[in-house]
């Protein structure tokens, strides 16, 4: 079973893709990552893979006879990609060499870009969970991309937000926290030509940090030649400072969020990456709870100017 069903009290749609469960357990002493497991090239430095359990799909099965007058379905369309960061079963993001992240960086504006040729997909969504604690199986470097048929509900808020500050004030919301963070300093980790990276005011964890474009950009590939550059060093220095933080990988969801694709056009939404790392301290970790996970109310149990010294 794989299809859509609407949420009507959220107003979203939901995936229901059962048949992930029948996802088989790997060996301790193989991965389809790996070279020689015969399902990627024998040598590479990036790649895409595509999903072998996919929520989403270009060709997707037809629903279950499920839906009513009331209850609402849709196809599963879209597509669900992996990320291959390196051929090294081991190896960590900041343990490439500079030049090497810059070919994942030069691999996530190609998907997009092929992605969003596809008219039915209105939203296109990089990211990479990383760690046990998040629930990874398979530890070897990789992120993934979903391309949805309809826009997120978070991203649907978040376009809202910036459209309606920009109408009020004739300015990008983004851009104006950017210039308040950068006034206020407290909350500065480090910046850049490029990029910022910042606990942002209203942080909701401990150590959730944005990497954001200085300059107004809606896409990672409206990015120059040397912004992509200096955007997979800027994430590659990140990774490093939290990995440092207790000397060891740190575990966390990295989100990176575009304007919508085919949908109309979003010129107030400013490309950024937010980081959702899941650990308050090296060996305790922040769970969403009842608040957070029920009612959207989170509460972060440090102050964001405490952690960004």
């Not at 790392?277 to 009612?295: D, H, I, L, Y």
Request: hydrophobic share 35%; net charge negative.
């Amino acid at each position: 079973m794989a299809e859509l069903r609407w949420h009507p009290l959220t107003k979203d749609w939901v995936m229901i893709a059962s048949h992930r469960q029948a996802r088989p357990q790997m060996p301790k002493d193989w991965c389809p990552f790996c070279p020689g497991s015969g399902k990627v090239p024998d040598e590479f430095d990036v790649l895409k893979y595509d999903n072998d359990f996919p929520a989403l799909s270009q060709d997707p099965p037809e629903e279950d006879d499920v839906a009513t007058d009331f209850f609402k379905t849709a196809p599963a369309y879209g597509k669900c990609e992996g990320i291959l960061y390196s051929s090294g079963h081991t190896v960590t993001l900041p343990q490439l060499s500079d030049s090497h992240v810059r070919k994942l960086v030069d691999l996530w504006c190609e998907r997009f870009e092929d992605l969003r040729r596809d008219e039915k997909m209105k939203y296109i969504f990089i990211f990479e969970n990383r760690g046990d604690v998040v629930g990874v199986t398979m530890p070897h470097p990789h992120g993934q991309i979903y391309a949805y048929p309809f826009i997120p509900k978070k991203l649907e808020l978040m376009v809202d937000s910036s459209g309606e500050y920009a109408e009020e004030n004739n300015r990008c919301l983004f851009c104006d926290m950017l210039e308040n963070e950068l006034k206020e300093k407290k909350r500065i980790i480090f910046k850049n030509e490029h990029f910022t990276v910042f606990l942002p005011f209203f942080c909701e964890y401990p150590y959730g940090v944005y990497i954001m474009a200085n300059q107004h950009k809606q896409y990672i590939t409206e990015l120059t030649e040397a912004e992509k550059t200096s955007l997979a060093l800027t994430i590659k220095d990140t990774v490093g400072m939290l990995d440092s933080l207790f000397d060891y990988p740190f575990p966390y969801m990295m989100c990176m969020y575009n304007a919508p694709v085919n949908s109309g056009d979003y010129p107030d939404f400013h490309f950024h990456i937010e980081f959702f790392p899941p650990m308050r301290s090296a060996e305790k970790q922040k769970f969403n709870a009842s608040s957070e996970t029920g009612a959207w109310a989170h509460c972060n149990p440090t102050s964001p100017e405490e952690k960004s010294i």
